[in-house]
């Protein structure tokens, strides 16, 4: 019955569709759309049977018609075009059936084909019943082949219309889920990067640990204190232990080859903009961003690079949430052996007592008024450490409290594309 329902209904389209028709030859055998948007179906829906949809709309449709012919009383011979109606989709469906559906493989070329044999003989069949087999002339069949060649040809166009909308709505998502993959990649990059570091600061724990409880036990201080001074040195170790298989463990995630992947710079700021203006609209900021780039140059570490104009982005797009004519203007170029990056907004601007603790790692202005909570400041931090010691680059900010923040990133051209110095 499940499979069976829905036959039904692509039934009762086709028998809607030849409603839309025109006279021709000989009254009651009409051109209709039916053809068209039961082909259609049949090509859509490969588990439809031909010849049990068509033994539907071959019933539906006549007995529709029929009546409609009745009530207006325009023909005599109601009964006659019922039949003839009838045995035009008995007989498509059967041809379709075979020319087409129940052959192992088939192409859009077998399905135009199969489209116009199947209408032009059942037309054929059509006509000539109505005409009792009668004066029938050969041009009344060129006219009927060259309606089904039209036909077909409707059904092909809108067929590849529609291949080409689902071809284009594929590709839209994989651009999406790319873009989506680029930027989780960027951000555990930066934290694994991040973690990293932390890492040396605990084995450096972890050493003054040992060193105190050797010192202790030279100096012959109480065991208990001895002990204690070991146990954390113990106890830093199991944590950095753990760190390290974290830290394993994500780096495990992505190929070791990904790194050496080079990345255009438009690609890459692409990226970039599709990200920030989701989120400018997932969060219904009035903030403009404007990204203009004057040259073209690859970027081998492009992940790293994503973070640092992410972070600045996303702290300007911070300083403009309650600015009218908010405005970040990203400025790319590649200037006298140098890729230099500009960022500026016109938000609320750094202090100039602030701007030398901004990279201070801890160092933050932004905190919740509700919770009293208080960002971990390590965004300027991160981005510092990123320019100095993944490109050897360097930062500079400008900032005025009342006209907005401008920060800079200048980086060597060939220390951006990967080329050792």
Not at 233 to 260: C, M, P, R, S, W
Not at 328 to 345: L, W
Request: with cysteine; aromatic share 12%; proline share 2%.
């Amino acid at each position: 019955m499940k499979k069976i329902r829905p036959m039904v209904i692509a039934a009762v389209c086709v028998s809607l569709a030849s409603q839309i028709n025109f006279d021709i030859f000989v009254p009651g055998f009409m051109i209709s759309l039916a053809p068209i948007i039961f082909t259609l179906m049949l090509y859509i829906n490969r588990d439809f049977n031909p010849i049990i949809v068509s033994f539907f709309a071959g019933i539906m449709s006549p007995l529709y018609r029929g009546l409609i012919i009745y009530i207006n009383g325009t023909f005599d011979n109601v009964l006659e075009i019922i039949c003839a109606d009838m045995l035009f989709y008995f007989s498509f469906g059967i041809l379709f059936y075979f020319l087409y559906w129940n052959r192992p493989k088939t192409t859009l070329t077998n399905f135009f084909a199969a489209t116009v044999i199947s209408d032009a003989f059942a037309n054929m069949i059509e006509v000539s019943v109505m005409l009792r087999f009668d004066n029938i002339r050969y041009e009344m069949f060129q006219t009927l082949i060259i309606v089904a060649f039209v036909r077909a040809t409707i059904s092909v166009c809108i067929i590849l219309l529609l291949n080409y909308y689902k071809f284009l709505l594929r590709r839209q998502e994989h651009e999406e889920r790319y873009r989506e993959l680029v930027m989780i990649t960027s951000n555990v990059k930066s934290e694994i990067y991040f973690m990293n570091k932390n890492n040396i600061h605990i084995e450096n724990v972890m050493k003054k640990a040992y060193l105190l409880y050797k010192e202790l036990s030279e100096e012959g201080y109480p065991v208990n204190l001895r002990e204690m001074s070991l146990d954390v040195a113990k106890d830093v170790h199991e944590i950095k232990k753990g760190y390290i298989n974290i830290i394993k463990g994500l780096e495990g995630q992505f190929d070791g080859h990904t790194d050496d992947t080079q990345m255009n710079i438009r690609d890459l700021m692409s990226i970039m903009n599709d990200d920030v203006k989701e989120y400018i609209r997932g969060n219904k900021l009035k903030i403009f961003v404007d990204f203009a780039i004057a040259g073209n140059f690859n970027v081998a570490n492009h992940y790293y690079l994503l973070t640092v104009i992410r972070n600045l982005i996303y702290n300007s797009i911070e300083a403009l949430e309650n600015r009218k004519n908010a405005h970040i203007f990203v400025k790319i170029q590649n200037k006298n052996g140098e890729c230099i990056f500009t960022v500026s907004d016109n938000g609320i601007g750094i202090k100039e007592k602030d701007i030398p603790y901004i990279f201070n790692p801890g160092f933050s202005t932004k905190f919740n008024k509700e919770t009293g909570d208080i960002c971990r400041g390590i965004g300027m931090t991160h981005v510092k450490d990123i320019v100095n010691e993944v490109f050897g680059g360097t930062i500079e900010v400008k900032s005025d409290a009342l006209s907005g923040t401008e920060i800079t990133v200048k980086i060597d051209e060939k220390r951006m594309a990967g080329i050792s110095q």
